[in-house]
């Protein structure tokens, strides 16, 4: 805002920083001259330019020059709202100009929760001063006349006559008035006891594989689950079972219990039971059944080197009539079809040209029909070889003193071969004499550095290496089944007079 003297040589300029405050707060108004006439600000004034001057209890200086007057004023409150004028005289003209305050008298509300059970009368509250009328919502819904709540969702009351399941959350009142709306958010708990949504279902497990069962509990609050195994005993104690919450929202928590490399002792009837401060209920029974006459067959560890040929044999030995079939991440092995897989008469899978997606748990399920008998053995099975070949290698050639420095980067391998690298080794060839074309390991680097440096004297064999002069260079990783080289990469082009890095042109080689 602005306001021009008679003369036109003196503007004024009055601000606020915030035009519409809340009770108690500090807004600052600002007033000043622009102009070349010299000019001198008098004193702020409330109503009219012509009032007394401001009680100095009501604002604090902030800043006062001939050309600038910053106050601010001290937690007004509706009494303060209204116009304010800044006064400036020059030549002797007096000059004003004013600004305008709202004070907003805001409504002030604070909100009530609880926590009761499914079933049970429930009252939200808000309640406070300075408003017309309370309004309430919930998950972005007016609750004004809506079923479930006992109250038409006006007032600082929200009743529910029998609260459920479904009221549980977080709801929003606003309390209006002339100026401006305020919100709070009560919440509703309402607790309920457990209830067993998805029972455990009976399973058939064949001795050393893993057993599994789940349930998923309704209840709030979230309850603790526990298995029980047949006449109440608490699985989760057993060493060779393990029990993990798989799944948990604000009502339905999910359970499962594995128990690891199964024998015959295992089976039996087994429930979970959910407790909570709500109460607590256990599921219906299932069953672990392990076929009759099993035989509990130690775990095999097989390590194979890629691209060989492997045996994999069940532990069965001198029965007749043995029923084999093989079996891989819960799907049984097809040896009609894939060509690399072959099962003999005796039951043995013949694994031809091992690749690294051979690597897993391989079981064999044995039934011997003549005495009723099944049992079965897993055999893990870790496939290793060489490392892939290093990438993005990168040559730097220079020239530093009376020596030729090649400065190699390079990128680890994305596969290690299933072993730990052992190092790396350099590899670098000529393409001038005296080396012309020869392949050279530059060094072997038994750690897992990914940079190295090669130096050369000007002469090699006798001769000078000439202007010009290009080497090609590649890295291998290794690991204690062999290695991989890189692609070569050619650096670029080494001259004498150059003192500094010439970057290569990461040309590869033919």
Known sequence: LSACSIACDTILLVTVDVAEVDIGASPIL????????????????????????????????????????????????????????????????????SVHIKV???????????????????????????????SW??????????????????GEHLKFAKA???????????????????????????FFSPEVVTQPKSITVFPGDDGRFTCSVASNPPPSISWLRNDGEVVTALPWTRVRVIFQSANRTTSELTIQNVTFNDKGDYRCSA???????????????????????????????????????????????LVVSWWKAGRQVDVRTAERLQQTSSGELVLNDVTFGDAGIFVCHISVASINQNFAQKIFVTVVGPPDPPTDVKPFISHIESRILVRVNWTRPSSTGNLPLTGFVVYYQWRAPPDALIWKAGTSIRDQTQTFALFFAEEVNGERIYDGALMDVKVAAVNDEGSKNSTAVRTAAFFEREMLFISPDSTLIP
């Open 275 to 321: 407790n909570s401060s709500a109460g607590n209920k256990q599921s219906e029974v299932a069953q672990l059944h392990v076929p009759a006459g099993s035989i509990n067959v130690p775990k095999a560890k097989k390590t194979i080197r890629v691209g060989q040929r492997s045996v994999l044999k069940c532990g069965a030995r001198g029965t007749a009539n």
């Open 104 to 134: 907003k008298n805001s409504p002030v509300i604070k909100a009530f929760g609880t926590v009761v059970m499914e079933g049970s009368p429930a009252v939200l509250t808000c309640n406070g001063t300075n408003y017309f009328y309370v």
């Open 137 to 154: 919502n919930f998950q972005g819904r007016s609750m004004f006349n809506q079923g479930g709540a006992a109250s038409p969702g006006i």
């Open 30 to 97: 600002t007033c000043s001259v622009v102009g070349t006439a010299s000019a001198q600000l008098t004193f702020w004034t409330k109503k009219s330019p012509w009032s007394p001057s401001l009680d100095k209890s009501i604002y604090t200086t902030l800043t006062k020059t001939d050309s600038e007057w910053k106050i601010r004023m001290n937690k007004v409150t509706v009494s303060d709202e209204g116009d304010y004028y800044c006064n400036a005289k020059s030549s002797g003209i007096p000059v004003f100009k």
């Open 164 to 190: 459920s399941r479904t009221n549980n959350g977080t709801y929003e009142c606003v309390a209006v008035n002339k100026d401006v709306r305020t919100k709070a958010y009560p919440s509703l708990q309402v």
